[in-house]
C-alpha cells in the first residue's frame, strides 16, 4: 500500500467529504482534457520515478478522489504582481497522475513538456497550467526540501523572464486557499477600459508614420480602431491571440510595416513588432507573447500569403489586396 513520509497518520483525510463534494467542475472539457481513472500505488511509483520527485501526500489523496481536473475555485491571492493581476493567479485545471490526458503530468503537455520545451525552470513538478496557454503555470518547489520532501507551491511567470512567485507552504494549503472567479470579477471594469483605449488612446509614433502613407484606405486609423473596438468587445479586453480576428491585426500591421518599409526581413520585423501596438503610446496592449506573432507569421509563410525575396519578407500581391479590402470594411 502507498505510504507517504511527511509525518500524515494511515487514512488521514485532507479534505472533508463536505470540500470535496463541492470541488470540481463538471464539464465535459474537464473530463475530456485532465480526467483519468484513478491512479494505482503502481501507477503513482512509476510517475514519480519519471518525473523524479516524490509526490505530496495530499496531492495523492486528491487526484485519488478524481484523477485531475478543473476546479470551481481557480484563483489564488498573491502578494505582489504577476503578468495575470496585481493581487492574484488564475489556474486552468489541476494535472493528474499518469501520461493519457494532454493535461495529465506526464502527458503530451505535462510536467516534462512543459521543462524541456517550454524552458520551465527544473526545479519541480508543473502541477496546474494556466489560462495563458503555456505562458504561465504552477509548480511544485522542490528547492529547500529536496525530491523527497514536501515541495512549497509556487507561480512561474514564463512573460517575466520565468519570474518565480511564492504561493503556498504545500499543495494542501493552495488547494484550500483557491477561491472563486467572483472575487476577482473586474470583467466590466476591463471592457470600458480598453474600450476607451481602443477608441481615443493615441497611436504609437511608429504606427502613426505607417498609417500617413495608405492611400488605398480612406480614415484608416478610424478603420483600424474599428477593428481593434470589435476584439475588445468579444474578449473584454485589448489583446491579440490565435484567433481570427487577432490574425486580422497582425495582417494590418505587417501590410501597413512592410508598405513603408519593403526591405524588412524576419528579425527585423519581430524586433520592430511590439513598438506598433503591443507597446504603443495609449493605443496599447500593454505587453504581448512573441510567440502569437511568430506563429502567424509560420502560417502566413506556409499558406505561401508570405514569401520571401532576397531575404525579404512580403504580403504576395494578392493578399496584399485581400488585407486592404478587410481593412477597408472596417
Given amino acids: 500500500m502507498y505510504k507517504d513520509n511527511e509525518g500524515h497518520k494511515a487514512g488521514e483525510q485532507l479534505f472533508s467529504n463536505l470540500f470535496l463534494a463541492d470541488f470540481w467542475d463538471d464539464s465535459d472539457y474537464a473530463i475530456e482534457d485532465y480526467q483519468s481513472e484513478s491512479p494505482t500505488d503502481n501507477l503513482i511509483h512509476q510517475i514519480e520515478k519519471e518525473l523524479g520527485y516524490k509526490l505530496p501526500f495530499s496531492y495523492i489523496q486528491l487526484m485519488k478522489h478524481r484523477n485531475g481536473g478543473m476546479p470551481k475555485n481557480t484563483n489564488f491571492l ?62 511544485l518547489d522542490y528547492r ?13 511567470d514564463q512573460e517575466d523572464d520565468y519570474k518565480i512567485t511564492f504561493l503556498a507552504d504545500n499543495f494542501e494549503a493552495f488547494i484550500k486557499g483557491l477561491v472563486n472567479d467572483e472575487q476577482y470579477d ?39 480602431r474599428s477593428k481593434c473596438t470589435r476584439i475588445a468587445e468579444e474578449k473584454g479586453h485589448f489583446s491579440f491571440h490565435a484567433d481570427e480576428l487577432s490574425y486580422v491585426m497582425y495582417d494590418v500591421q505587417f501590410w501597413l510595416y512592410t508598405k513603408s518599409n519593403p526591405d524588412t526581413n524576419r528579425d527585423h520585423y519581430l524586433a520592430i513588432y511590439p513598438n506598433l501596438i503591443a507597446f504603443g503610446d495609449e493605443f496599447s ?44 470594411e472596417g
Fill in 78 to 139: 498573491t502578494k505582489e504582481s504577476t503578468s495575470w493581476a496585481e493581487d492574484h493567479i488564475a489556474i486552468s485545471g489541476i494535472m493528474g497522475i499518469g501520461r493519457e490526458k494532454s493535461y495529465s503530468l506526464c502527458g503530451g503537455l505535462g510536467s516534462p513538456f512543459m521543462i524541456e520545451e517550454w524552458g520551465y525552470p527544473d526545479i519541480g513538478v508543473v502541477i496546474c497550467d494556466c489560462p495563458s496557454a503555456g505562458h504561465d503555470v504552477v509548480m
Fill in 285 to 328: 496592449q500593454g505587453g504581448y507573447a512573441p510567440s502569437f506573432v511568430t506563429d502567424w507569421l509560420d502560417q502566413r509563410i506556409k499558406e505561401g500569403r508570405i514569401v520571401t525575396d532576397h531575404g525579404m519578407i512580403r504580403f504576395t500581391d494578392s493578399y496584399a489586396l485581400e488585407v486592404v479590402k478587410t481593412l477597408q
Fill in 144 to 156: 529547500a526540501c529536496g525530491k523527497d520532501g514536501e515541495p512549497a507551491v509556487i507561480h512561474v
Fill in 186 to 224: 473586474t470583467s466590466e471594469e476591463d471592457k470600458e477600459e480598453a474600450l476607451e483605449i481602443v477608441a481615443n488612446g493615441k497611436f504609437s509614433s511608429l504606427l502613426d508614420e505607417v498609417c500617413s502613407g495608405v492611400t488605398e484606405v480612406e480614415q484608416v486609423e478610424q478603420k483600424i
